[in-house]
């Protein structure tokens, strides 16, 4: 029986939820005997030129190894990608040199005997600060009366897309404008970032880390430390949560390996969770202008989508608004789509991916459009879904803004969605307590997405089946909880016919796999799925000869039974041979071994449509999520267990978005919402069990028709939440409020709108 | 982060905890659940050179009746008071607001002694202590002595405690046929109230004979809600007569502006949750 499509349960949880997983901090290798501990000294000021670092306290304190600062590290600062309009002269040092750019960078670091005696140490380094005026909005930044990076001349990082001359609304008869903020959100794992670094005794460098691409940032690593290729692995044991906020090469990292090699000895480092909050990237912050034109019948005709973004200090991740640009204009055909991302460099905690990295605020922005499209002309937001909505002969459809999407039917998920809703139902009920003049009002919000998904399309495999045909796989994709194990294991398994449990997946290790490209942007069941699919394709091509040769029958005639696993000659039942006898025979005293690199030949893009249902307290503005339903077309899914905790976790954090979380700064740059009982993270006890239906529409893009679910839940979610909040006082006049909807900004925007 | 270093000493009566308190001086620190106390360590804002852990004391911790009144251990659990039964007969407010606390964890470990004793004006327990009229048993050099809740908070995480003394008990006059409730209003389940308000209501025939109504996070100290109780002394209980009452819930607050909330929607909380909150007590629907 076929395994791929089934609810198998994951192999990963058992040692997860019982404590035997083993985190950077947990292990306990021989090799990180009496390893020093590494704390980092931070900047409590956002801009200051730094005037005197004063160490001899700390030197002299107990149990402390070394101090280093800046003028210590003889490494280069950590260059910006070559793609940035303007990043060459925006690098990040190492240690801050001169000037910091924000709260929480590091100036100075402490090596000490233990970690008690590290952070005791880091107290005493005295870091005088001359302040310097701090740039923190957007707008501050662009209008350039303070340079984060005076030689480069402006704090523009990075500009993409860009807005015609002609007025794209002319022949509109209804234009709607809107200034709205995608708010900046920490992307807060359960495990901060954490690494530990070993001398591998022969000049190079062994790096536990904590991370979701180990090989990029072995590649970067080696580069930034001038080391020769081979001579730094980076392995990940089990890693607790990411969300994009342990994608990047750290100049932490660097300072790490940097102490390794000056030392000699091991270190170990692990983040606060204060740190973490200023250190670990922020995602979003996009100041948008939207304009939705059109006809009164409800047809759209022109949208356009200007974005000034935040880069925060250090624009390492500028180009992510581009991803913004690209998917600005939705799951819709609307005929003239133009948009422009500009980001500037503010003095606020670099920005960087987080669940979704750009595609969430493209989606956003045009899902607010169109429910504001639709309360100027007077229409159900149903209905102008309806009948913009690309339509499924459209695919392959090429945007206006240069994607090109494969495959699905979006009309169909919304209808699906109306449906186990009881649309017309929750409507009426709408009506009823907005005629009672109820204080529990009732909104319905909608959002219909498609994000991209499968970017950085190659990876790498390999694949080995020993002579017990036990088979372990490798793959360059590298999961922080998602489960990668089980549902690769099912997909060899129904391939060659074994059981799964006689699959092994690895990952993770640059040391036993050479290239990878790690995961981020829900591309790895398509990438590294795909991966092991054509690996175990390439297995039976190469056993087949040997099979033949061991039957004694014709290659045409020899069959691999993927029900039993084991090869067969037609028409004669008797001649048959297990993988395991194969291996024995082809290959006495070894195994079989194949290694494929696969590149995903086109973008997949996933669809959905999310509708939630909430209660407002026109008193207060608390709002109370009652219902959550969504349909997520992923394509073809593997595992549809695994699939629903993707969209789970994913609607999650898409609702915190909407009504709780928010990274906020004060005009000094200092953050004031970086503890966790500031931040307000909602937790199970915040949120209803979700309605999840399904939708399978294959991409013709990979052989297993599949595409991304990682960061689906968290685009549908915030816009469907933001909707129906904003519906459920629109009658009182309301058209537009911000994320996060607080109470008291719905308690404002109900006063503002009546008064 | 890791706390600064610090000596470590556990009593097993509060006169030893006296006695060793009172000979560190004012760098020592009692220990109760930890579970405000821990957190200010780690973020190091504080750096006490002694933690007085009264865990090892047994006589504090646990709920008994001494006449018409209840008498509450410092180091009863927040989990205690929700199972215990001579609360939920006579001090009800008392388990409700204490079910609101945080999460499971923090009430396994968080005292009732703590929360009052840590002041902080957005805990729930101050509050309901001065609806409740408890008075504090506090221990010190000198011996014992009484405190009325309406004493005890001085001033943000401030009590009238002097260095050296140790709060043994709550004490709470026992009440019976009086309808109470808790309002709490938070952002996430586990969050501390932006405001919350704690009400005891006694009726007698249709109206409402006597009120307690206090504040939770509307200045620096928990507050009395004295105009509201005096409106409400006597009044018809009906709808009207309570959110009339309610109006003047934030008369004399001071609620501060911060990253949770602006004083002015704390002010207008204020009146709707006094409303709200009246109304559950009373047993009357107020919408
Ligand atoms: C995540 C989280 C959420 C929380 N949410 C809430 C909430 O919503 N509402 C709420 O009310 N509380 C909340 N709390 C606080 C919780 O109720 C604490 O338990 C309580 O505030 C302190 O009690 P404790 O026993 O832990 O005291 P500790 O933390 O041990 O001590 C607190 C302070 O009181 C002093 N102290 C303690 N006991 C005595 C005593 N007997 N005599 C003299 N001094 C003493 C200590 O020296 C210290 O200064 C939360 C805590 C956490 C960690």
Redesign the interface.
């Known amino acids: 029986m076929a395994i791929v499509g089934t609810r198998m349960t994951r192999v990963e949880d058992h040692r997860l939820l019982t404590g035997a997983a083993t985190y950077v901090d947990n292990l306990r290798l021989p090799e990180l005997a009496g390893a020093a501990f590494v704390t980092f000294v931070r900047s409590p000021i956002a801009h200051a030129r730094i005037t005197h670092i004063d160490t001899a306290q700390a030197r002299a304190a107990r149990g402390v190894v070394a101090v280093y600062t800046a003028a210590d590290i003889d490494v280069p600062p950590m260059g910006t990608p070559p793609m940035l309009t303007n990043g060459a002269a925006m690098a990040r040092p190492c240690l801050a040199k001169d000037v910091v750019r924000f709260a929480g960078e590091a100036v100075a670091v402490v090596v000490a005997e233990d970690r008690a005696a590290a952070a005791d140490a880091a107290g005493l380094v005295d870091v005088e600060y001359d302040p310097l005026p701090a740039v923190v909005s957007v707008e501050d930044a662009l209008a350039g009366r303070t340079l984060l990076f005076p030689e480069a001349g402006t704090n523009l990082a990075h500009e993409a897309g860009e807005l015609s001359a002609a007025d794209p609304f002319a022949d509109c008869e209804v234009v709607v404008t809107r200034e709205i903020t995608n708010q900046r959100l920490a992307p807060v794992p359960m495990e901060t970032r954490a690494a530990a670094c070993v001398p591998d005794g022969e000049g190079g460098l062994v790096l536990w880390l904590s991370t979701q691409c180990p090989h990029a940032v072995r590649d970067d690593m080696t580069r930034q430390l001038g080391l020769l290729p081979g001579q730094l692995r980076v392995i990940a044991p089990d890693v607790g949560g990411g969300f994009g906020g342990k994608i990047p090469s750290e100049v932490d990292y660097t300072v790490l390996c940097w102490i390794v090699r000056q030392l000699g000895r091991p270190v170990r480092w692990m983040e606060t969770r204060s740190e973490t909050m200023l250190t670990m990237n922020h995602g979003r912050g996009q100041r948008q202008r939207v304009t939705i034109g059109g006809r009164r019948d409800g047809t759209v005709s022109a949208y356009r989508l200007d974005i000034l973004a935040d880069a925060g200090a250090y624009p390492h991740t500028a180009w992510l608004p581009s991803a913004t640009v690209w998917m600005a204009t939705g799951a819709y055909g609307i005929p003239r789509v133009e948009a422009r991302a500009r980001c500037v460099v503010t003095n606020t905690t670099p920005m960087g991916a987080y669940r979704g990295a750009g595609r969430p605020e493209a989606i956003a922005a045009i899902e607010r459009a169109i429910d504001l499209f639709a309360a100027e002309i007077g229409m159900d937001p149903a209905d102008v879904r309806r009948r913009n909505l690309l339509r499924p002969e459209a695919f392959p459809y090429q945007t206006p803004t240069g994607m090109e999407y494969d495959s699905g039917d979006y009309p169909a998920a919304l209808e699906q969605v109306l449906a186990a809703a009881d649309y017309p139902g929750l409507r009426a009920e709408q009506a009823r307590r907005r005629a009672a003049g109820d204080h529990r009002q009732l909104g319905i919000g909608l959002s219909c997405y498609v994000e991209v998904t499968g970017l950085g399309g190659e990876e790498h495999g390999k694949i080995t089946m020993d002579a017990d045909g036990a088979v372990t796989a490798y793959v360059g994709t590298t999961p922080q909880g998602q489960g990668h194990a089980t549902t690769l294991s099912m997909i060899i398994a129904d391939r060659l016919g074994v059981p799964p449990e006689q699959v092994s997946v690895r990952h993770t290790d640059t040391g036993s796999l050479d290239q990878g490209g790690g995961t981020f942007g829900s591309r790895s069941l398509q990438l590294g799925g795909s991966v092991v699919h054509e690996a175990t394709q390439r297995l039976c091509d190469d056993a087949l000869p040997l099979a033949a040769a061991a039957l004694e029958a014709d290659e045409r005639d020899v069959v691999l039974d993927r029900e039993s696993g084991r090869w067969r000659a037609a028409g004669d039942p008797a001649r048959e041979i297990s993988w395991a006898e194969l291996v024995r025979r082809s290959r006495p005293g070894g195994s079989f071994s194949v290694e494929v690199k696969y590149a995903l030949p086109k973008l997949t893009f996933s669809y959905g449509t999310h509708l939630a249902l909430v209660e407002v307290d026109t008193e207060t503005g608390q709002v109370k999520l009652v219902r959550f339903i969504g349909v997520d077309d992923a394509g073809r899914l593997i595992n549809p267990l695994l699939a629903e905790g993707q969209r789970h976790g994913g609607i999650a954090q898409g609702i915190a978005q909407a009504l709780y979380e928010e990274m906020r700064y004060d005009e000094d740059g200092n953050p004031v919402t970086a503890t966790l009982a500031d931040y307000t993270v909602p937790s199970a006890a915040d949120l209803p069990g979700f309605e999840l239906l399904t939708r399978e529409t294959p991409t013709p893009h990979n052989p297993l028709g599949a595409k991304g679910i990682g960061e689906a839940g968290t685009i549908g979610a915030a816009p469907a939440v933001q909707n129906a909040v904003i519906d459920a006082v629109s009658h009182l006049g309301v058209r537009h409020i911000d994320m996060p909807l607080t109470p008291e900004r719905v308690w404002q925007a109900i006063k503002e709108a009546t008064s | 982060?890791?706390p600064?270093?610090f000596d470590y000493a556990r009593p097993s009566t509060v006169q030893e905890a006296v006695r060793i308190l009172s000979e560190a001086g004012e760098d020592a620190k009692v220990l109760a659940g930890g579970q405000s106390l821990i957190p200010v360590l780690r973020?190091?804002l504080a750096a006490p050179s002694l933690l007085v852990d009264l865990g090892g004391i047994a006589e504090l911790r646990g709920v008994s009746e001494s006449g018409d009144e209840l008498v509450i251990g410092a180091m009863t659990r927040h989990a205690d008071i929700l199972r215990d039964p001579l609360v939920a007969r006579y001090a009800p407010l008392l388990a409700q607001a204490t079910a609101t606390v945080a999460?499971r964890q923090v009430r396994h470990l968080g005292t009732i002694g703590g929360s009052l004793s840590h002041a902080d004006p957005a805990g729930d327990l101050p509050s309901v202590s001065l609806a409740l009229d408890a008075v504090m048993t506090i221990a010190g050099p000198a011996g014992e002595r009484s405190v009325p809740a309406s004493e005890f908070f001085v001033d943000y995480l401030t009590t009238a405690m002097q260095p050296g003394e140790v709060l043994v008990a709550v004490r709470v006059p026992k009440r019976e046929g009086w309808g109470t409730h808790y309002e709490k209003?938070n952002?996430?389940?586990?969050?501390?109230a932006l405001v919350g308000v704690a009400a005891a209501v006694r009726r007698e025939n249709g109206s409402i004979a006597e009120a307690r109504v206090a504040l939770t996070n509307m200045g620096t100290t928990p507050l009395r809600a004295t105009a509201v109780e005096q409106a409400l002394a006597g009044a018809l209980a009906s709808a009207d007569a309570i959110a009339s009452a309610a109006a003047s819930a934030a008369e004399g607050t001071s609620p501060s502006s911060d990253?949770?909330?602006?004083a002015e929607?704390r002010t207008?909380?204020a009146k709707?949750?006094t409303r709200r909150a009246v109304a559950a007590a009373g047993g009357i629907d107020a919408?």
């Open positions: 982060m890791i600064s270093a973020l190091r999460d209003f952002r996430v389940a586990q969050a501390w990253v949770s909330a602006s929607y207008h909380l709707v949750l919408a």
